[in-house]
T-cell receptor
Framework: AQTVTQSQPEMSVQEAETVTLSCTYD???????LFWYKQPPSRQMILVIR??????QNATENRFSVNFQKAAKSFSLKISDSQLGDTAMYFC??????????????FGTGTRLKVLA | DTGVSQNPRHKITKRGQNVTFRCDPI?????LYWYRQTLGQGPEFLTY????????KSRLLSDRFSAERPKGSFSTLEIQRTEQGDSAMYLC????????????FGPGTRLLVL
């Protein structure tokens, strides 16, 4: 069974600085997707960035980028120029297409990020 | 596009009572998922619908839980004879037939069983 591990329960960063959140996963699959979702306090989860395993190029979305190391099964999120609005719980998620058509996510336990003014 | 909505946002009930939650996905999304999130944990998959068909259920979904999506639009999740261990955030997500890898989440229903 696939597992997702986020080893940093809490992190803090100064505004305008850069922070990296770690995620490792375990799978024997070759074709899968990885995601980072952000869950602000009392608000719904929103997609930050996604990575297809077959793509070697790391995904980027504005200030957010990933370091995808497929052989090491590592998928870290880098947030540059941190802003107060980045304060949230961040979840790493794994998904592989199944034969039944289910695209369920397997989530890590999350990293609570606080951006300090 | 108003996003995924869930009602109610909060529910407090007494042990043994039945509760029902509703999820309205994004209008053209044919795939709908339910997850449960307990304190300090990431969301865990409960069940999946493609249109009106329930195609997968997690072993977390005991006999007291039932989910429906009768017309392939909104979905309901019912918990019968609630237990204190059912206290959690229940999240709904939907995805498009064209971009089904990415799920869009609702705000969740927070359930507290006393």
């Amino acid at each position: 069974a696939q597992t997702v591990t986020q080893s940093q329960p809490e992190m803090s960063v100064q505004e305008a600085e850069t922070v990296t959140l770690s995620c490792t996963y375990d799978t024997s699959e070759n074709n899968y997707y990885l995601f980072w979702y952000k869950q602000p306090p009392s608000r719904q989860m929103i997609l930050v960035i996604r990575q297809e395993a077959y793509k070697q190029q790391n995904a980027t979305e504005n200030r957010f980028s990933v370091n995808f190391q497929k052989a090491a099964k590592s998928f870290s999120l880098k947030i540059s120029d941190s802003q107060l609005g980045d304060t949230a719980m961040y979840f790493c998620a794994f998904m592989k297409p199944s034969t039944s058509g289910t695209y369920k996510y397997i989530f890590g336990t999350g990293t609570r990020l606080k951006v300090l003014a | 596009d108003t996003g995924v909505s869930q009602n109610p946002r909060h529910k407090i009930t007494k042990r043994g009572q039945n509760v029902t939650f509703r999820c309205d996905p994004i209008s053209e999304h044919n795939r709908l998922y339910w997850y449960r999130q307990t304190l300090g944990q990431g969301p865990e998959f409960l069940t999946y619908f493609q249109n009106e068909a329930q195609l997968e259920k997690s072993r977390l979904l005991s006999d007291r839980f039932s989910a429906e999506r009768p017309k392939g639009s909104f979905s309901t999740l019912e918990i019968q004879r609630t237990e204190q261990g059912d206290s959690a955030m229940y999240l709904c997500a939907s995805s498009s037939p064209r971009g089904h890898e990415t799920q869009y989440f609702g705000p969740g229903t927070r359930l507290l069983v006393l």
